[in-house]
């Protein structure tokens, strides 16, 4: 389980996360929506000890991120595998190298049983007979696709997916939010998934939170989500910014 | 599997790659000069074979470490800022951390040792060349044999000079290296702070560079 309490990270004098409390059930996927620059990233960047939070707690499994020792954290960090937005692909490294980094990282796998681990994942995201290309030659669904590899790899407890579908056209977002599902359910991971793509949230949430004003504002299933009357959450989903105006 | 051998070895060879040719055809045209501007300046008031002196001790103290270290600011410490800031701003650096790497032991410290390592070997490469074309230009177009110029090079020379110089060369190579490596880790933004963090990378470590170059001089001489 990921919990965090009383959140808060600010930049110099801006503060983008303010008192943020979220609980991402084991098993779930629970997707997280909000507007552009509300600090979705930095949310999902907390969590895995990459940002370290102003004050609040942020704990996987019971851990408290923050107050891990390195070799702790790097332990902790093989639990979770994280989807970057743009792939953040190594691009001195072949397709194969890619997938396999986290793999070497472990340290006790022969490297047949790190190739077949690789072609495995490879396979799961529809990318095998790719291992020898390089992240330039790849197209952006392609890319996000062994972004999305190169973090099961490792066979993760938690899957963490900044804006999986961003800049994809909708045949291939509907790709991607198919992986993130077969995930879910081949791996039985637990994910969260930042998106402000409100047809991905409906088709792969459990629970949907909504990132307002350094706050969760809102979070309830997708038929809560739909049936909600918050105005700011409305505002979002139909992409009416107006229904917001006025409300605290 | 690469080992952080293997990493340390892949830098110290594009290092290398990246700056032996250009630091020699550096060194071959300073040679050149050094030889025709002392012998312009020498003219009757002091012997000729003098011609061997200035070259050696100009280009292995001062103008060997100096101007190479200059150049590869521009090549190496460039290089380094502009693939570590690509990487800082594609999340490539999060990535390996989210890969239970260090990036401080994955992607700086080979670049260091490379550099500390490396930047004496290409500096005493440099040297022998200014020194090589300094003879060449002697025996060639000054009234100067081969015996006389050698007679020139012992005269004032010392194994120190020597040593000072490559030491002088390690420094510089931490120093480029170690610049580069922090204005990339450092960026923040998008392709034009990559553009940024390079020039200013290029633009410290020169000026450290020159700093450095009156320190030793200060301290060892
Ligand atoms: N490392 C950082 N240093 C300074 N400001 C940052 C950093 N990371 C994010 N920010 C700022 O925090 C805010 C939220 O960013 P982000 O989490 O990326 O938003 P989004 O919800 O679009 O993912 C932005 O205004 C951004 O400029
Ligand atoms: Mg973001």
Known sequence: MIELRGVRKAFGRKVVLEDVTLEVRDGETLAVIGYSGVGKSVL?????GLLHPDAGSVRVDGAEVPALRRAELYELRRRIGYVFQFAALFDSMTVFDNVAMGLRRIGTLAPDEIERRVTDALERVEMAGYEARYPAELSGGQRKRVGLARAVA?????????EPTTGLDPVTTTVIDRLIQKMAEELKVTSVVITHDMTSAFRIADRIAMLYHGRIRF??????????MDPVVRGFIEGRPELAQGAA | MRTWGALLVGQMARLGVDSLPIALFIAAFTGIV??????YTFTGAIPLYFVGVLVQKTMILELGPVLTGLTLAGRVGANIAAELGTMRVTEQIDALETLAYDPISYLVVPRLLAGLLMFPVVVAFANAMGVLAGWLTAINLLDLSTPEFVRGLRLFFRPFDVEFSLIKSASFGLVVTAIGCFFGFTTLGGAEAVGRSTTRAVVVSSMLILVLDAFWAAVLL
Request: hydrophobic residues 35%; charged residues 20%.
């Open chain 1, 219 to 228: 979070v309830g299933t997708p038929e809560e989500t739909g049936a909600t």
């Open chain 1, 44 to 48: 999902l960047k907390t969590i895995v």
């Open chain 1, 154 to 162: 490792t066979r993760p407890k938690y899957l963490l997916y900044d």
């Open chain 2, 34 to 39: 050094l030889a025709l501007q002392a012998s």
